[in-house]
């Protein structure tokens, strides 16, 4: 219990130093306080994001690469020092293999759209694992059913871990392998080096969705080994509105422009127009240029407390959840994914005895409890664990053991309304 009571202490100290920075962790819902437990869906932005948005709006806003003008030059320098900063934080060789997008959706559409476009013919075979989120499906399908192409699917473990043996039968011969790199519904960290190794050996282009893994874990694409890859700013305390996919330089040179209009455009005549370069060419109209400075300061605060250190804080509390769990439940609840917290984010997918996951979202909501129900976007994957939706609760970096606490005493609540 000692030993338990120091871990707690410990995580406790973490959160303890940087909740005061998030505004909206001090207001009450329902007359509790707020317990925040949906971070993979949308994290909580710091004070330093939003006053950083607030300055710009207030001192610098102007559109970019336009105006010779002051304001004009400002916000161009502060929009591509975003993008910069961007590229140093993911490892990325040059900024201009950094495409801003609206988010890790549009992302992911642009490369399926743009690239499977150009390059996907009638039968050649698109492989998705079974654990994708519908960002990085969807887009996929559309492209398929314009170019001929099949989508098959990579299937996973019992214990929620992708299946490496159907790997390395099924990669071979494929044109794209698209996969997450961190689970939206099971956790699971996947082997995402070791399925990108593969690919690259047999030709195949890879595409990561790391919107789950970015704000978690440290990040270097050239390490990862990927073609491209995909993350937005609001699940790593910056604002809604802004995506990024990170590209090869050399395929992004090759693909066409995604959207037409303004910024994309080196000259346009009456016969037709020649493509900006990239990563211009990829961002047609005004940008979130405020969005992106709130992403640039969101990255410094995550660096000012260090991925590690966000890492193993998570670590701790999807550890202490786990044994809190049992000890409460028993056999009665059922958590999806690894077991074991090292090969999974800070997220904990469940069902409680027969409890509908909307049933308990409502009763823990009413104690000021908020956390995610439902299919989370990855019906292929509900469909593969036969359940029609799961109760999930996903830890950031401003979570404590005492949230846990609260989550726990609201679920014995749903248990005793339920007679679980």
């Known amino acids: 219990m000692d030993t338990l009571n120091d871990e707690t202490t410990e995580l406790d100290a973490f959160a303890d130093k940087v909740q005061s920075d998030f505004p909206i962790l001090s207001r009450q819902v329902h007359g509790h306080r707020l317990v925040y437990l949906d971070s993979a869906a949308s994290s909580q ?62 992302a992911l559409n642009l490369v399926a759209l743009a690239w499977g476009g150009q390059n996907l013919k009638a039968n050649d075979r698109i492989l998705l694992s079974t654990m994708e989120h519908h960002a990085n499906i969807v887009p996929w399908f559309m492209i398929a059913s314009r170019t001929g192409a099949t989508v098959e699917w990579l299937p996973i473990t019992d214990d929620g871990q992708i299946d490496m043996e159907a790997a390395e039968r099924m990669i071979p011969g494929a044109k794209v392998l698209g996969c997450t790199a961190v689970s939206n519904v099971l ?65 992004l040179e090759s693909m066409p422009p995604f959207l037409g209009g303004g910024e994309m455009i080196k000259n346009v005549t009456f016969e037709g127009f020649e493509p900006n370069d990239v990563p211009w060419k990829f961002e047609a109209g005004t940008m979130p240029i405020a969005e992106v400075v709130g992403l640039a300061a969101a990255i410094d605060y995550l660096n000012n407390l260090g991925m590690d250190a966000i890492r193993a804080h998570e670590v701790g509390l999807v550890n202490y959840a786990f044994t809190s769990l049992s000890e409460a439940f028993g056999d009665k609840i059922r958590i999806f994914g690894p077991t074991n917290a ?79």
């Open 45 to 106: 932005r710091p004070a330093q994001v939003i006053d950083a948005m607030d300055t710009y709006y207030r001192t610098t806003h102007a559109n970019v690469h336009r105006g010779a003008h002051t304001l004009g030059e400002e916000a161009t320098a502060a929009y591509e020092g975003g993008r910069a900063k961007v590229a140093q934080f993911i490892g990325s060789p040059s900024s201009s293999e950094i495409v801003f997008t609206k988010n890790a959706t549009e």
């Open 187 to 251: 956790g699971t960290i996947t082997p995402i080096e070791d399925l990108c190794r593969l690919a690259k050996k047999h030709g195949v282009l890879s595409v990561v969705d790391a919107s789950q893994s970015v704000p978690h874990l440290s990040t270097d694409v050239q390490q990862i080994g990927c073609d491209f890859l995909a993350f937005t700013g609001h699940k790593m305390c910056g604002p809604t509105g802004i995506g990024v996919l990170w590209g090869r330089q050399d395929l």
């Open 342 to 420: 090292q090969d999974r984010s800070g997220l904990i997918s469940f069902e409680l005895g027969d409890i509908h996951a909307h049933d308990i979202a409502t009763i823990l909501d009413a104690q000021g409890v908020a956390i995610r129900a439902g299919h989370h976007c990855a019906k292929p994957l509900m469909q593969t664990l036969d359940t029609a939706a799961t109760a999930r609760a996903s830890f950031y970096l401003y979570n404590t053991s005492a949230d846990v606490d609260v989550m726990i005493a609201a679920l014995k609540h749903a248990a005793e309304i339920f007679g679980i």
